[in-house]
């Protein structure tokens, strides 16, 4: 089976499928979508798609399932104990598979550290708002002309 193969059958783009190869994933999505083609993958080259996640999941952190690591970031910002626990946390609580998936509590971060943060946050959300008006103008510069007579 040839990459193009797989890339047709998965809908994945060659060059990703040629940087999974090489275990780069830095153009790779993260979460969500990067279970999603991996499953893809595995179903068009005949794995078993949840076992094949699962592997991914734990060799890799662009398929990361756990929430907590963001929860807690959020919490610290806030300056609250967070009470966040996803499914993955409570399981690696309870069975402790590794030391580094153990819910541990966080230091409070100092008062600094927490306005940075925030100002970070405004920040991306301004970009956020302007991210429309960027795009519609990249669409306006890059469409196609039409035939020149």
Same mark, same amino acid.
């Given at each position: 089976?040839?990459?193009?193969?797989?890339?047709?059958?998965?809908?994945?783009?060659?060059?990703?499928?040629?940087?999974?190869?090489?275990?780069?994933?830095?153009?790779?999505?993260?979460?969500?979508?990067?279970?999603?083609?991996?499953?893809?993958?595995?179903?068009?080259?005949?794995l078993d798609p949840a076992e094949t996640v699962d592997e991914f999941c734990r060799l890799f952190p662009h398929?990361?399932?756990?929430?907590?690591?963001?929860?807690?970031?959020?919490? #610290?910002?806030? *300056?609250?104990?967070? @009470?966040?626990?996803?499914?993955? +946390?409570?399981?690696?609580? /309870?069975?402790?598979?590794? &030391?580094?998936?153990?819910?541990?509590?966080?230091?409070?971060? #100092?008062?600094? *550290?927490?306005?940075? @943060?925030?100002?970070?946050?405004? +920040?991306?959300?301004?970009? /956020?708002?302007?991210?429309? &008006?960027?795009l519609a103008e990249s669409w306006r510069v890059l469409r196609p002309s039409g035939p020149t007579l």
């Amino acid at each position: 089976m040839t990459l193009d193969d797989i890339a047709a059958s998965a809908r994945i783009r060659r060059d990703m499928l040629e940087a999974l190869e090489r275990c780069d994933l830095a153009a790779w999505p993260k979460g969500l979508y990067a279970r999603a083609w991996i499953s893809a993958y595995a179903q068009a080259v005949g794995l078993d798609p949840a076992e094949t996640v699962d592997e991914f999941c734990r060799l890799f952190p662009h398929g990361d399932r756990r929430a907590q690591a963001t929860m807690n970031e959020l919490a #610290a910002i806030l *300056d609250v104990t967070p @009470r966040f626990l996803d499914d993955e +946390a409570i399981q690696q609580s /309870m069975y402790g598979r590794r &030391a580094s998936d153990r819910v541990a509590s966080l230091p409070p971060p #100092a008062f600094r *550290d927490r306005v940075a @943060r925030a100002a970070r946050i405004v +920040a991306d959300i301004r970009r /956020m708002k302007d991210l429309p &008006a960027r795009l519609a103008e990249s669409w306006r510069v890059l469409r196609p002309s039409g035939p020149t007579l």
